[in-house]
Protein backbone atom coordinates (compact mmCIF):
# COMPACT_ATOMS: atom_id res chain seq x y z
CA UNK A 1 0.00 0.00 0.00
CA UNK A 2 1.18 3.55 -1.16
CA UNK A 3 -0.36 6.12 1.23
CA UNK A 4 -3.29 6.64 3.57
CA UNK A 5 -5.62 6.68 -0.04
CA UNK A 6 -4.82 3.38 -0.01
CA UNK A 7 -5.81 2.38 3.36
CA UNK A 8 -9.90 2.79 4.09
CA UNK A 9 -11.58 1.83 7.29
CA UNK A 10 -14.26 -1.09 6.42
CA UNK A 11 -16.19 -2.10 9.30
CA UNK A 12 -19.14 -4.72 9.14
CA UNK A 13 -22.19 -1.88 9.39
CA UNK A 14 -23.93 -2.57 13.10
CA UNK A 15 -21.56 -5.17 14.17
CA UNK A 16 -20.06 -4.75 17.66
CA UNK A 17 -16.40 -5.97 17.86
CA UNK A 18 -16.57 -5.83 21.61
CA UNK A 19 -19.39 -8.71 21.53
CA UNK A 20 -18.62 -12.33 22.09
CA UNK A 21 -17.25 -14.13 19.39
CA UNK A 22 -14.46 -15.88 17.64
CA UNK A 23 -12.11 -13.68 14.52
CA UNK A 24 -9.34 -14.57 12.58
CA UNK A 25 -7.09 -11.77 12.40
CA UNK A 26 -3.88 -10.65 10.06
CA UNK A 27 -1.49 -8.37 11.67
CA UNK A 28 1.56 -7.79 8.66
CA UNK A 29 4.90 -6.30 9.61
CA UNK A 30 5.35 -2.93 8.64
CA UNK A 31 6.22 -2.48 4.43
CA UNK A 32 6.24 -6.22 4.43
CA UNK A 33 10.13 -6.83 5.86
CA UNK A 34 10.49 -10.22 7.21
CA UNK A 35 11.41 -8.94 10.42
CA UNK A 36 10.38 -12.14 12.48
CA UNK A 37 12.77 -15.01 11.28
CA UNK A 38 12.55 -17.28 8.31
CA UNK A 39 11.03 -20.59 6.87
CA UNK A 40 13.53 -23.40 7.14
CA UNK A 41 12.20 -26.70 5.82
CA UNK A 42 8.61 -25.89 5.94
CA UNK A 43 9.29 -24.91 9.71
CA UNK A 44 9.11 -21.26 11.00
CA UNK A 45 12.08 -20.23 12.94
CA UNK A 46 11.46 -17.15 15.34
CA UNK A 47 14.38 -14.64 15.59
CA UNK A 48 14.62 -12.75 19.10
CA UNK A 49 12.57 -10.31 17.36
CA UNK A 50 9.96 -13.49 16.25
CA UNK A 51 9.91 -14.48 19.84
CA UNK A 52 8.73 -11.49 21.20
CA UNK A 53 6.14 -11.22 18.70
CA UNK A 54 4.89 -14.84 20.30
CA UNK A 55 5.62 -13.46 23.84
CA UNK A 56 3.57 -10.62 23.70
CA UNK A 57 0.79 -12.52 21.88
CA UNK A 58 0.34 -15.29 24.83
CA UNK A 59 0.80 -12.85 27.25
CA UNK A 60 -2.17 -10.80 25.84
CA UNK A 61 -4.65 -13.76 27.13
CA UNK A 62 -2.97 -13.73 30.38
CA UNK A 63 -3.36 -10.09 31.46
CA UNK A 64 -6.82 -9.67 29.60
CA UNK A 65 -9.32 -11.81 30.98
CA UNK A 66 -12.03 -11.23 28.24
CA UNK A 67 -9.60 -12.44 25.67
CA UNK A 68 -8.85 -16.68 24.84
CA UNK A 69 -6.75 -17.23 22.09
CA UNK A 70 -6.95 -20.42 20.18
CA UNK A 71 -4.59 -21.21 16.54
CA UNK A 72 -1.60 -18.95 15.91
CA UNK A 73 1.12 -18.62 13.63
CA UNK A 74 4.17 -16.09 13.41
CA UNK A 75 5.36 -16.03 9.77
CA UNK A 76 8.40 -13.89 8.69
CA UNK A 77 6.72 -10.44 8.23
CA UNK A 78 3.07 -11.37 9.78
CA UNK A 79 0.55 -12.74 12.15
CA UNK A 80 -2.23 -15.03 11.82
CA UNK A 81 -4.36 -15.58 14.75
CA UNK A 82 -7.54 -16.97 16.55
CA UNK A 83 -8.92 -14.33 18.76
CA UNK A 84 -12.19 -15.42 21.22
CA UNK A 85 -13.67 -12.58 23.13
CA UNK A 86 -15.37 -14.37 26.05
CA UNK A 87 -18.61 -13.69 27.28
CA UNK A 88 -18.39 -11.13 29.98
CA UNK A 89 -21.61 -12.40 31.88
CA UNK A 90 -19.75 -15.62 32.69
CA UNK A 91 -16.48 -13.87 33.35
CA UNK A 92 -18.18 -12.07 36.39
CA UNK A 93 -19.63 -14.78 38.06
CA UNK A 94 -16.00 -16.82 38.34
CA UNK A 95 -14.40 -15.61 41.29
CA UNK A 96 -11.21 -16.30 39.84
CA UNK A 97 -11.24 -14.84 36.23
CA UNK A 98 -9.21 -11.99 36.47
CA UNK A 99 -6.96 -12.35 39.51
CA UNK A 100 -3.54 -11.48 37.99
CA UNK A 101 -1.88 -8.92 37.25
CA UNK A 102 -3.52 -5.45 37.47
CA UNK A 103 -6.55 -6.79 35.65
CA UNK A 104 -10.03 -5.92 37.22
CA UNK A 105 -12.34 -8.80 38.34
CA UNK A 106 -15.26 -7.22 36.31
CA UNK A 107 -14.96 -5.11 33.45
CA UNK A 108 -16.88 -5.33 30.18
CA UNK A 109 -15.19 -6.74 27.54
CA UNK A 110 -13.06 -4.33 25.04
CA UNK A 111 -12.82 -4.15 21.42
CA UNK A 112 -10.58 -6.07 18.88
CA UNK A 113 -9.57 -3.14 17.77
CA UNK A 114 -8.21 -2.58 21.63
CA UNK A 115 -6.99 -6.14 21.90
CA UNK A 116 -4.72 -5.33 18.88
CA UNK A 117 -3.65 -2.25 19.61
CA UNK A 118 -2.19 -3.25 22.94
CA UNK A 119 -0.35 -5.99 21.63
CA UNK A 120 1.16 -3.71 18.44
CA UNK A 121 2.20 -1.31 21.10
CA UNK A 122 4.07 -3.92 23.39
CA UNK A 123 5.89 -5.45 20.15
CA UNK A 124 6.88 -1.98 19.05
CA UNK A 125 8.41 -1.20 22.43
CA UNK A 126 10.03 -4.36 23.29
CA UNK A 127 11.75 -4.45 19.26
CA UNK A 128 12.91 -0.79 19.06
CA UNK A 129 14.32 -1.79 22.62
CA UNK A 130 16.17 -4.41 21.35
CA UNK A 131 17.59 -2.73 18.21
CA UNK A 132 17.50 0.66 19.51
CA UNK A 133 15.51 2.09 16.86
CA UNK A 134 13.19 4.58 19.51
CA UNK A 135 9.94 5.76 17.53
CA UNK A 136 10.61 3.24 14.04
CA UNK A 137 7.22 1.24 13.07
CA UNK A 138 7.47 -2.42 13.36
CA UNK A 139 3.46 -2.85 11.80
CA UNK A 140 1.38 -1.32 9.43
CA UNK A 141 -1.35 0.87 11.09
CA UNK A 142 -4.28 -1.46 9.71
CA UNK A 143 -4.99 -5.25 10.55
CA UNK A 144 -7.16 -7.90 8.87
CA UNK A 145 -10.08 -9.85 10.31
CA UNK A 146 -12.37 -12.14 9.43
CA UNK A 147 -15.97 -13.15 11.77
CA UNK A 148 -15.81 -16.95 12.22
CA UNK A 149 -19.64 -17.70 11.73
CA UNK A 150 -19.70 -21.50 12.67
CA UNK A 151 -17.65 -25.19 13.85
CA UNK A 152 -16.47 -25.37 9.54
CA UNK A 153 -15.25 -21.83 9.21
CA UNK A 154 -13.21 -22.48 12.56
CA UNK A 155 -12.02 -25.65 11.69
CA UNK A 156 -10.88 -24.40 8.51
CA UNK A 157 -9.20 -21.63 9.43
CA UNK A 158 -7.24 -23.46 12.16
CA UNK A 159 -5.90 -25.97 9.22
CA UNK A 160 -5.39 -22.84 6.96
CA UNK A 161 -2.83 -21.57 10.11
CA UNK A 162 -1.15 -24.73 11.17
CA UNK A 163 0.11 -25.00 7.52
CA UNK A 164 0.80 -21.46 6.55
CA UNK A 165 4.33 -22.48 6.98
CA UNK A 166 4.40 -24.85 4.32
CA UNK A 167 2.76 -22.90 1.81
CA UNK A 168 5.67 -20.01 1.87
CA UNK A 169 7.02 -20.74 -0.86
CA UNK A 170 3.88 -19.79 -2.96
CA UNK A 171 2.54 -17.11 -0.16
CA UNK A 172 2.20 -13.71 -1.89
CA UNK A 173 3.71 -12.35 1.33
CA UNK A 174 7.39 -13.99 0.44
CA UNK A 175 9.21 -10.82 -0.96
CA UNK A 176 11.14 -13.58 -3.52
CA UNK A 177 8.52 -13.31 -5.57
CA UNK A 178 6.03 -11.00 -3.72
CA UNK A 179 3.87 -8.52 -6.27
CA UNK A 180 2.35 -5.43 -4.95
CA UNK A 181 -1.06 -6.43 -4.45
CA UNK A 182 -3.76 -4.66 -2.08
CA UNK A 183 -3.60 -6.71 1.13
CA UNK A 184 -7.40 -6.82 1.16
CA UNK A 185 -8.04 -8.98 -1.90
CA UNK A 186 -4.91 -11.26 -1.18
CA UNK A 187 -6.37 -11.81 2.36
CA UNK A 188 -9.85 -12.38 1.21
CA UNK A 189 -8.29 -14.74 -1.52
CA UNK A 190 -6.48 -16.70 0.81
CA UNK A 191 -9.59 -16.96 3.42
CA UNK A 192 -11.83 -18.19 0.44
CA UNK A 193 -10.23 -21.07 -0.22
CA UNK A 194 -10.47 -22.55 3.40
CA UNK A 195 -14.14 -21.43 4.46
CA UNK A 196 -17.02 -21.65 3.00
CA UNK A 197 -17.94 -18.29 3.06
CA UNK A 198 -15.77 -15.60 3.39
CA UNK A 199 -16.56 -11.63 5.56
CA UNK A 200 -13.22 -10.38 5.58
CA UNK A 201 -12.72 -6.62 6.67
CA UNK A 202 -9.79 -4.30 6.60
CA UNK A 203 -10.48 -2.11 9.81
CA UNK A 204 -8.37 0.57 11.58
CA UNK A 205 -6.81 0.37 15.47
CA UNK A 206 -10.43 2.60 17.13
CA UNK A 207 -11.32 0.32 19.66
Not at 8 to 13: D, E, G, P, V
Not at 31 to 56: P, T
Not at 136 to 153: C, G
Amino acid sequence: MKGDQRRRSIRLRGYDYRQPGAYFVTICAHSQECLFGEIIDGEMRLNAYGEVVEEEWLRSAEIRSEIELDAFVVMPNHLHGIVIIMDHIHLQSDPMVGAHGRAPLRREPRSLGSFIAGFKSAVTKRINSLRGTPGAPVWQRNYYEHIIRDEHDLACIREYIATNPLRWDQDTENPIHKERDDLDRWLKRQVRRYTHRGTTRSIHEEG
